[in-house]
């Protein structure tokens, strides 16, 4: 009999889903945050999944690629074989782990390091892919950022501007940038946030960029139709990435994910399979869509 996953609970195994799961209480000043000054370190991969060469020969951009989500679809993409660029801001260690495992798992790995607020690394990301790799196939629009305040009156103008050049113009960004490339069968996945729907009274500007994701995805979804690539989304509950300490206070880390019908936070690679679903061949009939991982919380799309 196997054995259920476990997570660490201050220092203890506790099996999922038997109490609430929480985290020691921890701050990062840094962000988006460093996944190797975590604790516990968020997992990435679930060590029984199996590939099947569900995406061999393909190959992916993924962005905010070296940690959290994006480092948990990365390492699956790469089990089912699929060559990986990793884009992230500026957390070269955690970059070169995550490389480090999709080479152990057999196939090639480009990291791409560069501010994607602006168009022109936007463009960069996406030429350095196609040069390294001679194509791409899927395009995961995953990087984001946030800014808790307690009212719209404490969000600053330059907050507010970084938080949708990060979240959403850069999707548009790479999007145009990659399109050339990219040929009937492709996939585009833009990753939302149960922000979009439910809202968040302390992130009010993130919230909007992530209902920005939903309807930017929907439109695209449209608008490729007849060229053949799919356009979806995934729409994560509260997981445990670097974000989330370099974003709260060490009290509300805490508690990060207790107040979810499951009783406890994500681990990154439970998003994955979401995104490998939407990349793979069992959604080709899939478009527009937006996949709700969140714990329980039940949500009108």
Not at 32 to 49: F, Q, Y
Request: aromatic content about 8%.
């Amino acid at each position: 009999m196997k054995q259920p996953l476990v997570y660490p609970y201050y220092g203890q195994k506790t099996v999922c889903n038997e109490q609430p799961i929480a985290f020691p209480p921890q701050h990062q000043d840094r962000k988006p945050g460093l996944e190797s000054l975590m604790n516990p370190r968020p997992i990435s991969e679930n060590p029984e999944l199996r590939g099947s060469g569900k995406l061999k020969g393909k190959v992916a951009l993924i962005t905010g690629g070296d940690s959290g989500i994006g480092k948990a679809a990365a390492i699956a993409f790469a089990k089912e074989g699929a060559d990986v660029a990793i884009a992230y801001l500026n957390e070269v260690s955690d970059a070169e782990v995550t490389q480090r495992r999709i080479e152990e798992l057999g196939q090639r790995c480009l990291r791409i390091e560069g501010d994607l607020r602006f168009k022109q690394n936007c463009t960069a990301a996406v030429e350095h892919t196609v040069a390294t790799f001679g194509k791409l196939d899927i395009l995961v629009n995953n990087h984001g950022i946030n800014f808790p305040q307690k009212s719209i009156l404490d969000i600053s103008e330059e907050q507010l501007y970084l938080t949708f050049q990060t979240n959403i113009l850069s999707y548009f960004f790479l999007t145009q940038a990659a399109l050339p490339h990219m040929k009937r069968g492709a996939s585009i996945i833009n990753t939302a946030s149960i922000t979009a729907y439910r809202g968040n009274v302390e992130l009010i500007d993130y919230s909007s960029t992530k209902g920005a994701v939903v309807s930017f995805t929907r439109a695209l979804a449209l608008s490729l139709a007849d060229s053949g690539i799919r356009v979806n989304s995934v729409s994560p509950g509260p997981t445990w990435t670097p974000l989330i300490p370099s974003s709260f206070s060490a009290e509300e880390v805490s508690i990060f994910g207790t107040d979810t019908p499951l009783k406890r936070a994500a681990q990154p690679y439970e998003l994955a399979g979401a995104y490998l679903y939407l990349a793979g061949p069992e959604s080709s009939f899939v478009t527009g869509a937006c996949i709700h991982v969140n714990g329980g919380d039940m949500i009108t799309s």
